[in-house]
């Protein structure tokens, strides 16, 4: 759970430690599946996962509305009831937007916000240094910056990093820039408390072994007891047992990515009967040839015979 960070007498910041799960977002007939996405949340908390990030990318939030992105994020925590944390998906590329879907997401009982770098603009860094401090002005509750340049092409820098952790609500980042440096990097400029959280499975070993806190993790959506253990070991410096874990999800992280996300995933959890193999445009169904790497891989952790 999270837990206030005290400076001085003010309680400014709220760590978050461990495996969270960017959940899908299920549908059935081209409309929100309800029941299965409360019984994904119970199964995730069950397991021992450690948060919820609800509407974000994998939960394909480009294709949900502001109503439908709405409901995603309080049925999460109507079902979560407390038990963990909720890390809502609140990003867009509109400022505006951004503000309008984090006021939602405060509104609804979300613990934090997680806010993408605005994609396809390419703003500077001022830019997003403006972006980040007008939704921080317009909320109560604490940021996550999500930083992936492989999907919104721009970088934040170290340097805006820190301006942007200056401000009152900016608790840490979802790094997907698969930049082991950066966490040293940032550890060395912005102090231990910055809340850094791997945004990719397949290096979260080494991003934990350079001081990070957890991981905000699409395979967890699929093997959420092997991810919390394997966060688990991290965080107690047992990187042996950690590294006989990653050998066993490792073919999850790369398969599950064969195709673009949230498709192989999508698959895997139809698998395990969680929920329909159903999206929607531009993503497709996972080929497949991606299929049979996400059966196998599943079979190597496990996860089905």
Sequence with gaps: MPRGLTRGTIVVK????????????????????EG???????WQVAEGTDGLVPAGTTGE?????????????????????????????????????????????????????????PYYS?????????????????????????NIPGRSVIDISVDTMKRLYELKNIAGVKDATANMTRVSQQRAELGEDFNQLSGEDIT????????????????SNVAPRLCAEFQSSCMKGDFAAALKLQ?????????????????????ALSLLGKCAN????????????????????????????
């Design 247 to 267: 050998d066993k999800l490792a073919p999850l992280h790369i398969n599950l990515f064969v195709e673009t996300s949230p498709a192989p995933i999508k698959y």
């Design 61 to 117: 939030s480009p294709t949900l509305s502001q109503e439908e992105h709405r409901l995603i994020v309080e049925w999460c925590v109507d079902q979560s009831a407390g038990r963990v944390p909720v890390i809502a998906g609140a990003g867009s590329n509109s400022t505006a937007e951004a503000i309008a879907l984090s006021l939602q997401a405060e509104k609804a009982g979300a613990d934090a916000i997680l806010v993408v770098t």
């Design 14 to 33: 709220t760590i978050f430690r461990g495996s969270f799960t960017a959940l899908v977002t299920p549908f059935r007939n081209g409309s929100l599946d």
């Design 278 to 305: 159903a999206l929607r445009l531009p993503m497709v169904p996972a080929s497949e040839k991606a299929q049979a790497a996400v059966r196998q891989a599943m079979v190597h952790a496990g996860l089905i015979n």
């Design 36 to 42: 299965a996405f409360r019984q994904i949340v119970d």
């Design 122 to 146: 390419k703003p500077t860094q001022e830019g997003l240094y403006r972006h980040f401090k007008a939704i921080n002005d317009a909320i109560g509750i604490p940021i996550i910056i999500y």
């Design 204 to 219: 979260a070993l080494g991003f934990m072994a350079h001081g990070g806190h957890g991981c905000i993790s699409v395979t």
